[in-house]
């Protein structure tokens, strides 16, 4: 990683150097934007500040890096943070001076800021419970970050058509959509992994395509080795648009893409060492088991210690929340949080005592599955957003706690505000992504809904279109549809398929 850090922060100058540029208006949007990307950074609508992305690589969040968020939040005067679907943490409002001077500190202390954006491998995600989730196959950590550390190697070495996406998934809750990746690894019960490629959500979603069934993890590199080479070979350079590694399928076909990457592999295996060698870690801390488990709190496997669930609304933090986090954390033992593609936050390995402590300091999140609703930043921040996303979901949140619905009346919804589905909408029971609707040749601010969408690996299936929804429709749908499913004492899971009729009419109501 020395290498690498020195090598990133001879790019800096350079970086600040064209981001001045385009903050004094003589560098274009377009260009800068394809420049800064690589960097992990954006600017914001309207070009006067800047967002950063953070690696949190598969979104662990240790005491240290814990401390570095809190350190430059108070430098800087970071007021707001986003937890995004990509496990890492986003500054907002950023001038230039702070944006380069947080880089170079993230990368002084081994945050990488490489690819959080741009033609990059994006971070590796893993499953946020891995290594403590008593249901897991085993944990994947281990091989997460071993993918991790080799492809930012990597990164600086190599020109990719696009973005790529790899995951780790440790059971099949599949939080991570490690079917529906760039490349993903699904754990089986036998210490083996399933392997997806050429997946991947936003305009013309695609599932993965299996290349390998039951393989060896020790060979997990060979396999991510494969995938960056048949992208930079099969995918396409010239169109951005269709540069996404699950237009492969279109191009090649799934048996073409299966016996190329099957041969590649063995290549590989032949001439590459390149084999995974892992030094098993266990917690060594332990407590007192605890007869009842309070709301949000989680057994882990290891006997006494538990993991606090946590779900910032709409995945937003401010600094003083993470300072609040930071000091009642800092001096539990072996303790470390774990960020969700779902923007929510486990705290682990805390006794049932600390698990209390931090339950007390974390009762501003989510109180309901409604309330755990996943979306994108928003146009009102993001220069390509079309719908501001998490405005509208933080104002629907608000506005029907008046009607106290009962939790799971209303399911988790996923909200993108516009087709690049950073918000994941595909994968909602309900998904929402940004759209204009022409009402008598006018243009209308509103969006896409999907239905049925599911990321479990029992029933994997993205959402099935619709129809379209006015935004100033949105509350008022969501509302009538909390009062129906509350006056049969449901929930939206069992309502919907018992009353096909009345969810049908309601659906024809508003789209």
Known sequence: MDTLQQELLQEL??????????????????????????FGSYAQRGGDAFMLRLRMNQGRITKEKLAFIVSQCQKHQVLRTH?????????????????????????????????????????????????VDPKEAFDVYPYAKAAGEYLLKIINKYSLPRKLKVAFSNSETNEVHANFRDLGFIANDDHTFDVYCCGGLGNNPKMGVQVGSHIDPKDILYYVNTMVLMFMEHGNYTNRAKARSRYMQETLGVERIQEEFKEKVEVAKKYLDHDVVITPYEIQKTGPLANKLPNRVIAQKQEGLYAVYYHPICGNMSATKWQELYEILKDMDEVEIRLTPQEDLYIVNLTMEEA????????????????????????????????????????????????QFKDHV??????????????TNQVGAIGLQGFTKVIDKKP???????????????????????????????????????QMISQANSTFDKWQKENADQWQALLDKYL
Request: aromatic share 10%; net charge negative.
């Open 13 to 38: 100058p350079e970086f600040e150097k064209k981001t001045q540029l385009f903050y004094h208006k003589e560098m274009s949007v377009k260009d800068y934007k394809g420049y800064s990307g690589g």
């Open 83 to 131: 937890c995004t679907t990509c496990q890492t943490v986003q500054f907002h409002d950023l001038k230039p001076e702070a944006l380069t001077a947080i880089m170079k500190e993230a990368l002084e202390n081994d945050i990488v800021i490489r690819g959080g954006g741009g033609d990059y491998p994006r971070n590796v995600m893993c499953s946020p419970l891995s290594g």
């Open 356 to 403: 209390k402590v931090v339950l007390e300091h974390t009762q501003d999140g989510a109180q309901t599955a409604f309330e755990t609703s996943v979306s994108c930043i928003g146009a009102a921040t993001c220069q390509v957003g079309l719908r501001d996303s998490n405005h509208v979901l933080e104002q629907l949140i608000q506005d029907l706690r008046s009607y």
């Open 410 to 423: 209303l399911p988790r919804i996923y909200i993108s505000g516009c087709p690049s589905s950073c918000g």
């Open 444 to 482: 209308y601010p509103a969006f896409k809904m999907s239905l049925y969408g599911n990321a479990s690996l029992t029933d994997t299936r993205f959402g099935k279109d619709a129809g379209v929804i006015l935004q100033t429709d949105i509350l008022p749908f969501f509302t009538e549809l909390g």
